[in-house]
């Protein structure tokens, strides 16, 4: 029962603040003509308001958590540079264990990502994306590559302090075991490494990316997700206050040492994700990853921003409940309900973008053809 009560106040606060942050980001754009750098500055605080509260929910609500590996002087220069963070993309919340991690860095604001087309129209999320200058790609590389260099040459004039950092999923579209299968075949007719635990990954747009950054941005940070237990890694189970541990990886790579070729950068990035799989590997074996562990403490942000959500929108919500249920008609209380269990609906469909089993068809679809 508190869990369904906490599941509509949650998606109720989430959606009603999200459709505020969106129409204050619409006025925002009055600023982009004059000051671009102000501009990402006021988004930067906006998206943060918003985001971070699916890092509360995860964090505050269902106790979940995420341990970091890596080198000590690498660590440290977290938060100091705009990046590109490259990652296995195998689990439903993989992004959301990127965005604690960026949480308890102050990082989260400047979060970007390389996404399909589609995303952009997510009620809400997918618009905030669009504002924050998100790349959005529709897989057809004669607009794309376009799209890659003009979002290139807007990210590299973000403000320092104001971190940006560009999240890219190398492998296209989620693992499932038949895209895995259908990976493996392309790998066999080309002679590349068959991987067992992720996908081939897409070397095209990461290659014309990195050519375009040399220069200008100064880091890749490869990350390796993976999660251990008997809970499902799943959106939908962190919504029910179930404690899930993500284990993550990371290792910083200069991107002006990287090749210089597209077919350089390319086999670089097949080599990655062939170390990767042998990590994975190893982690399913012990536990662990090779590299020094370090838990990032949690910060009260997110729980502080969640509460000031929820007393800005509840508070006239729960008044005007009041009114409806003590001396409303029945017609306007049978609306009521209605409303909420659209609202819970509607939740479940947003949801749903995050799922294994509803992941694009690009893996399937693109087998054949050549990279």
């Avoid at 869990?3 to 959606?15: A, G, K, P, T």
């Avoid at 409303?328 to 209605?338: A, C, D, E, P, S």
Wanted: hydrophobic share 40%.
């Amino acid at each position: 029962m508190i869990e369904s009560i906490f599941y509509l106040l949650f998606v109720y606060i989430y959606l009603v603040s999200g459709l505020f942050v969106n129409f204050l980001q619409l006025c925002s754009m009055v600023i982009w003509p004059f000051n671009k750098s102000l501009y990402r500055k006021v988004n930067w605080c906006l998206v943060r308001s918003y985001w971070s509260q699916f890092t509360f929910v995860a964090e505050w609500w269902s106790g979940c958590d995420c341990i970091l590996y890596m080198h000590p002087d690498e660590r440290e220069r977290i938060a100091t540079e705009h990046i590109v963070v490259t990652m296995n993309h195998t689990y439903e919340i993989d992004w959301l264990m990127a965005w604690i991690i960026a949480e308890r860095y102050d990082l989260i604001g400047g979060t970007k990502i390389y996404g399909k087309e589609s995303l952009r129209f997510v009620p809400t999320m997918g618009w905030s994306w669009i504002f924050v200058e998100s790349i959005f790609l529709k897989r057809d590389w004669n607009k794309d590559k376009k799209r890659i260099h003009d979002g290139v040459k807007e990210l590299v004039a973000f403000p320092d302090g104001y971190w940006f950092t560009l999240l890219l999923f190398p492998e296209g579209t989620r693992y499932t075991p038949e895209k895995h299968e259908a990976s493996c075949e392309v790998a066999r007719q080309k002679g590349y490494p068959e991987l067992k635990h992720h996908l081939l990954p897409r070397t095209k747009g990461f290659a014309y990316s990195m050519q375009e950054m040399k220069g200008k941005v100064n880091a890749v940070y490869d990350c390796t997700i993976e999660f251990k237990g008997d809970v499902e890694p799943s959106l939908m189970n962190v919504l029910r206050g179930k404690k899930i541990i993500g284990h993550m990886r990371i290792r910083r790579h200069e991107i002006n040492n990287l090749p210089d070729s597209e077919e350089d950068l390319g086999v670089w990035l097949r080599d990655l994700f062939k170390e990767k799989d042998e990590l994975v590997d190893e982690f399913k074996k012990t536990g662990q990853f090779d590299l020094p562990a370090y838990h990032v403490p949690r910060k009260y942000n997110n729980l502080l921003i969640w509460l000031a959500w929820a007393i800005v929108t509840c508070l006239p919500l729960f008044y005007f409940l009041g009114q409806i249920f003590v001396s409303g008609t029945f017609l306007q209380q049978v609306f009521i309900i209605g409303f909420f269990l659209f609202m819970s609906v509607a939740a479940k469909w947003l949801i749903g973008w995050t799922e294994t089993k509803k992941g694009s068809k690009y893996g399937m679809k693109e087998k054949k053809k050549n990279k």
